[in-house]
């Protein structure tokens, strides 16, 4: 082989392993390129998602204070441990109000499912006394349900007509009334 030819195929292998190198090192730049890209496209959907997810937070804290006072009413409908006695002493107010004699028996705190206290209720009073302490019970602030009520005049149980109670007689007899009243409790957080 000619030198000249030595020299020129040098020369080819020389600019051949160059382009090579070229081709690498661009094929290097684009593979770091599509990474970056990679990177960024998955950076702005979590830029988008953390948009819609504050957004969604702010929607929501916008939406909690409208219905906070709701809430709190809500809550307020619910005895906690040191309003117990003070919603005693309520119901021994609207007893003397009402008129009638009252004694609350064995009182029964339940922890689960839902807490509540029940209270066995002794009532002594005619009629429309009894009916107008029970409706006075039932307008307090407190979430309460009559589990029993039983009524017994003399040794006769009475059926009464809640829906229309200015038909009883005013001189009715004593009725005896006993009562089961479940009380709701604050729930535990």
């Not at 030198?3 to 070229?22: Q, V």
């Not at 909690?64 to 709701?70: A, G, P, V």
């Amino acid at each position: 082989m000619h030198p000249s030819h030595k020299k020129c195929l040098t020369n080819c292998l020389f600019a051949c392993a160059c382009c090579l190198a070229t081709l690498v090192g661009i094929y290097l730049i684009i593979q770091r390129i599509n990474q970056a890209s990679q990177q960024i496209r998955q950076t702005k959907e979590n830029l988008a998602n953390w948009d819609k997810k504050e957004a969604y937070f702010r929607e929501l804290s916008t939406e909690r204070e409208k219905i906070n006072s709701d809430l709190i009413a809500i809550d307020q409908g619910f005895l906690n441990s040191e309003q117990i006695i003070q919603f005693i002493k309520e119901m021994e107010n609207l007893a003397q109000k009402s008129q009638i004699q009252q004694e609350i028996g064995g009182a029964q705190k339940i922890e689960e499912p839902i807490p509540n206290l029940v209270l066995n209720l002794s009532l002594e009073a005619n009629f429309n006394q009894t009916l107008h302490y029970l409706a006075q019970l039932e307008s307090l602030q407190y979430f309460s349900k009559l589990n029993k009520v039983q009524m017994i005049s003399g040794t006769t149980k009475l059926a009464a007509n809640l829906e229309s109670p200015d038909k009883i007689p005013s001189g009715s007899p004593i009725i005896k009334t006993t009562l089961e009243l479940t009380v709701f409790l604050t729930p535990k957080k």
